[in-house]
């Protein structure tokens, strides 16, 4: 099994910036894609950006050029630095990763951390 622990969520001003930040542990083998996803209320959850483990990016639309999102597959983090708050951000954002469990398995499976509240208001 794999956890995923989110952190750095919390109240910003419209303009502010937050960074959050997602660890894996437990049976880890290797991690492929990581991703920060994001829904707010009454509103289907939707990928914010995600990145491959090469380190090849893609963002959505909405955030291009506000956030960043980078890892560190030393640690099996992958954070999500958030520029430019709007009040549209405000959503429980939630981390995802595809892990490999061992070497004798060449499937991925994904793990959903437990979400962290952004807010943004003035």
């Known amino acids: 099994q794999v956890q995923l622990v989110e952190s750095g969520g919390g109240l910003v001003q419209p303009g502010g910036s937050l960074r959050l930040s997602c660890a894996a542990s437990g049976r880890i083998f290797s991690i492929n894609t990581m991703a920060w996803y994001r829904q707010a209320p009454g509103k289907q959850r939707e990928l914010v950006a995600s990145?491959?483990?090469?380190?090849?990016?893609n963002y959505a639309d909405s955030v291009k050029g506000r956030f960043t999102i980078s890892r560190d597959n030393a640690k099996n983090t992958v954070s999500l630095q958030m520029n430019s708050l709007e009040a549209e951000d405000t959503a429980v954002y939630y981390c995802n990763v595809k892990v490999r469990h061992d070497s004798s398995s060449y499937y991925y499976t994904n793990y959903w951390g437990q979400g962290t509240q952004v807010t943004v208001s003035s």
């Open positions: 990145i491959s483990s090469g380190g090849s990016t």
